[in-house]
């Protein structure tokens, strides 16, 4: 079985951690990743803190296994969820879409352990130096909010420039892209669009439609004249939204354009209103699964992957 660092650290059977995803990642699929022995993560997004209270309660209800919750430090509710998880004393608090300086102190202090996601070897640097325990290095290929360097070529950076462990992610849906990472120098994974095909995601079956059939050129970026940009599925939105974002539509008008969206597509599988945050990965996403069987099919594909390698090199 595959074992490392962060296993101990974090008392998870399985280095491998379930992705922040907003409206997505609730209490219910966090609650079942982790009895399946990964790391389940409630989505705080840009939720109230009552509805991220309310998921944490979920999570606990069903499991009594650690967890963590991801905060997207462009919410407008941040400060407010970054203290009921300091009061509720979460197992792990993941970070996203932001820098999580002004937060880092209160939550060690209510002993969590703070796993930022980083994009840059700067950032990873200053997360480190504030006192991180570990590092998430997601990569472009990933669904939401997305940097500019590949996993390919980030994770060995911040493995280079951190003595923290460093969590692989983007592009992540199968045990040889898990045997992939370890080469470059993590010690765990983090997957999202793969968790779509969960049972316990609550997506709507349309969004979840759309994850099954999606093939390599299924997604696109969009956002990057407003300073974030994300990855979803090539929808009737997102073609309309580039368009807009490429012609001579206001900044303002074009933030508006995208609230919303994303709960459009989760909740009510709007393709023509809908923003459908999906990774590039989908495209190895064919079927549905319950959480656990994932975590253990991908982990045991991963040990073969790994020793698998001597037949290519002499």
């Not at 989505?43 to 803190?49: C, R």
């Not at 472009?140 to 969590?167: F, Q, R």
């Not at 994974?189 to 779509?196: A, E, H, N, Y």
């Not at 945050?277 to 656990?292: F, I, T, W």
Request: proline share 4%.
């Amino acid at each position: 079985m595959i074992k490392t660092e962060i296993c101990d650290m974090l008392g998870i059977k399985y280095p491998l951690f379930q992705g922040g995803m907003a409206w997505i990642a609730d209490g219910k699929l966090a609650a079942a990743v982790s009895e399946g022995g990964g790391l389940g993560i409630v989505a705080a997004g840009n939720a109230p803190a009552s509805y991220v209270k309310e998921q944490i309660q979920i999570a606990k209800s069903l499991t009594d296994k650690p967890f963590g919750v991801n905060i997207m430090l462009q919410s407008p509710f941040c400060d407010e969820v970054a203290q009921v998880v300091a009061d509720e004393k979460v197992a792990v608090v993941t970070t996203g879409a932001g820098n999580p300086s002004k937060y880092m102190q209160m939550w060690k202090d209510a002993g969590i352990k703070v796993i930022p996601v980083v994009a840059s070897v700067a950032m990873a640097k200053l997360m480190t130096r504030l006192g991180a325990s570990a590092l998430i290095a997601e990569g472009g290929e990933s669904g939401g909010h997305v940097g500019e360097l590949t996993t390919m070529v980030l994770v060995p950076l911040v493995v280079d420039a951190t003595d923290l462990p460093v969590i692989a992610a983007g592009g992540i849906a199968e045990g040889r892209a898990v045997a992939a990472a370890f080469a470059l120098g993590a010690q765990g994974v983090q997957l999202g669009t793969r968790f779509l095909s969960a049972y316990e995601c609550n997506i709507h079956p349309e969004y979840k439609k759309k994850v099954l059939k999606a093939n390599d050129l299924s997604t696109m970026v969009t956002g990057k004249k407003l300073g974030h940009p994300v990855r979803s599925l090539r929808t009737n939105f997102s073609r309309e939204y580039a368009k807009a974002e490429f012609g001579n539509m206001p900044d303002d008008e074009l933030e508006a354009l995208g609230t919303g969206t994303l709960r459009l597509a989760v909740q009510e599988g709007d393709s023509e209103r809908g923003c459908f945050l999906c990774g590039q990965v989908a495209a190895r996403v064919n079927k549905e699964q319950p959480a656990a069987e994932i975590i253990k099919e991908i982990m045991e594909e991963a040990e073969p992957a790994m020793k698998g390698v001597a037949k290519w090199v002499k």
